[in-house]
């Protein structure tokens, strides 16, 4: 894959972030950012350099050598370590599933301070998860925007066979009910048909409702786009 060039964040370009990211998200999200350790603003020369056709290429390569058994594992030795202490800049903001069978820097044989991730399950876009993908594309400029559902999703299934559940499970499958209702005449596999339409709803849905990331999408800056993960043979498939 390329390499992102590390870009090391001054002093003052911190503090112009700071309050660059206080004006923007307002003081309880600033400290809540800053205590995660998230990244500077500063940062963001070294990802725009890949445009995002570069960092698809890169993500979908990566996929290939896991699919193959041929994973490189980059970016995880103690220099990679120390690197990311000085900031992030991640070259895609992934939002997958929760499910512990989906994790992207593995799917993608991506490592550490790669791949800005939001996970939920059913890969849904709440507030809170629209904050933080706006967050990753408009602050840390990610050039890639990927919404990634996957094969035999147990929040789609929920949904599909409206299932009883306790407690709070239910509000994930409220939200996935829209999608299940688009395509429950269709042929072919209710649940994966959902799966699809769900993917291409929640980015309908975080579009609608970013003005932020339609921006960068519209002034080409972002790339936005849908993918599904097959379980049986570990491929991703750009919708
Ligand atoms: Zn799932």
């Known amino acids: 894959m390329t390499k992102p060039t590390q870009h090391i964040a001054t002093e003052n370009s ?35 350099s890949l445009s995002p056709d570069q960092v698809l290429d890169s993500l979908m390569a990566g996929n290939q050598r896991f ?15 120390s690197e990311l202490a000085k900031g992030q800049h991640p070259i895609a903001t992934i939002l ?81 009910l829209p999608a299940v209702n688009q395509v429950k005449d269709q042929p072919g596999d209710p649940i994966d048909n959902a799966v699809r339409a769900n993917v291409d709803r929640q980015i309908q849905v975080l579009l609608k409702q970013s003005d932020l990331v339609r921006n960068r999408q519209t002034n080409g800056q972002v790339k936005v786009l849908g993918a599904r993960y097959d379980l049986d043979a570990g491929a991703v498939t750009l919708l």
């Open 14 to 48: 911190c503090r112009a972030l700071n309050r660059r990211t206080l004006f923007k998200l307002g003081s309880g999200a600033l400290l809540a950012t800053v205590g995660q350790g998230l990244a500077p603003k500063a940062a963001k020369a070294a990802t725009s």
């Open 67 to 81: 699919v193959t058994h041929h994973e490189q594992h980059p970016h995880i030795s103690m220099e990679r370590i």
């Open 96 to 176: 997958s599933c929760a499910d512990s069978r989906v994790p992207a820097e593995l799917l993608f044989d991506m490592g550490l301070g790669d791949l800005f991730n939001v996970r939920v399950a059913g890969n849904i876009v709440t507030p809170e998860i629209l904050a933080s993908i706006e967050y990753a594309v408009e602050l840390l400029e990610t050039p890639v925007l990927m919404v990634l559902g996957h094969e035999r999703c147990g929040a789609v299934t929920a949904a599909v066979q409206q299932q009883k559940v306790p407690g709070h499970i239910s509000d994930f499958i409220d939200e996935i």
